[in-house]
């Protein structure tokens, strides 16, 4: 490996994101700001997530430059959690086209896949352009309109929702204004193929292969059990009205729920710009899923003796 006090490449901006809620899940920082310093790179701050790392002594009197919300500019952010701190960083990059490298943090992680141990390698392999770049898409979301939300797109899914304890919602759903049926149910889940895996997966949705062209509709808690998931181009136009007899449904946008008033109309749409996910050299999607779904291991306890036939 090139010493990096050798190399030439001029210095990186790195914006730094994290989770704020769970020590264990940054307490690999001190370690990516000692690489980033070795490599001169420079380095931003959440305003939010830096007041944490103080707060929690788990960066000491340096001094970095911070920023708040999307009010930033830089070559890559970093987000240090899981998957869902990637969403939330995601929903900061917006649109700047700005790669986003996961360090993951959690216990899954799809988004977030590089481990701390591996930082300083995927580090290298950026200073020496030997890195990959995924593009996913996002659905934007427009009630009546107009866009929802602070920030209206998604990359995992859009999740419409009953309240609390309300009964079962109705939500008559069409497709580039063709009528496809009216659900009843606790909910509607629209994801995109890099959200297949998360809420979708966990009501019954199939697994979709990143970067696939298509939207997934998956039913939560069906009244019907004829409701089968669909999948559909993200080509197409979702729209969905809701009827409720709590006269209000929620609206989850990677989570960031909105309370919205029954007969509102909703219109989801892929957005007009994807996030870039930054993948260590050798990552394949096959080999992943396998390990974090557990596929092909023995889950059996080794103590739990086996009857012979």
């Known amino acids: 490996m090139q010493h990096p006090e050798t190399m030439s490449a001029s210095h990186i901006t790195f914006a730094l994101f994290g989770n704020i809620y769970q020590q264990e899940k940054s307490k690999a920082i001190q370690q990516v700001i000692s690489c980033l310093q070795d490599y001169g790179a420079n380095i931003i701050i959440e305003e939010e997530y830096y007041d944490f790392l103080r707060c929690s002594e788990m960066i000491g009197d340096d001094v970095f430059n911070t920023f708040c919300g999307s009010d930033f500019i830089a070559d890559f952010a970093i987000s240090m959690g899981g998957d869902g701190t990637l969403l939330k960083t995601a929903s900061q990059v917006r649109e700047k086209q700005i790669p986003i490298l996961g360090v993951n943090m959690g216990r ?6 590089v481990n701390a141990t591996d930082f300083l390698q995927t580090l290298d392999a950026i200073y020496h352009d030997d890195y990959a770049v995924e593009d996913r898409a996002l659905i934007r979301v427009e009630s009546n309109g107009e866009p ?3 920030y209206p797109c998604a990359l995992n899914d859009v999740a419409i929702l009953k309240r609390d304890s309300a009964s079962m919602i109705s939500i008559r759903a069409s497709i580039d204004g063709d009528y496809l049926t009216t659900y009843q149910a606790d909910g509607l889940i629209i994801s995109t193929p890099t959200g297949s895996t998360a809420y979708s997966l966990s009501n019954g949705g199939p697994i979709i292969v990143p970067r696939t062209g298509v939207l997934l509709i998956t039913a939560v808690a069906p009244h019907s059990l004829n409701v089968r998931p669909i999948v559909i ?25 909105t309370k919205m008033p029954e007969g509102t109309t909703l219109r989801l749409t892929r957005a007009p710009y994807r996030v870039k996910v930054v993948k260590r050299p050798g990552t394949r999607y096959f080999s992943t899923l396998r390990e974090k779904m557990m596929w092909g291991a023995d889950t059996r306890d080794e103590r739990t003796p086996i009857a012979d036939n």
């Open 108 to 113: 899954l992680g799809f988004l977030a896949d």
């Open 233 to 257: 181009p993200d080509t197409a136009a979702i729209e969905l009205t809701v009827s409720s007899r709590s006269h209000t449904f929620l609206v989850a946008i990677d989570g960031r729920s």
């Open 148 to 150: 929802i939300d602070s």
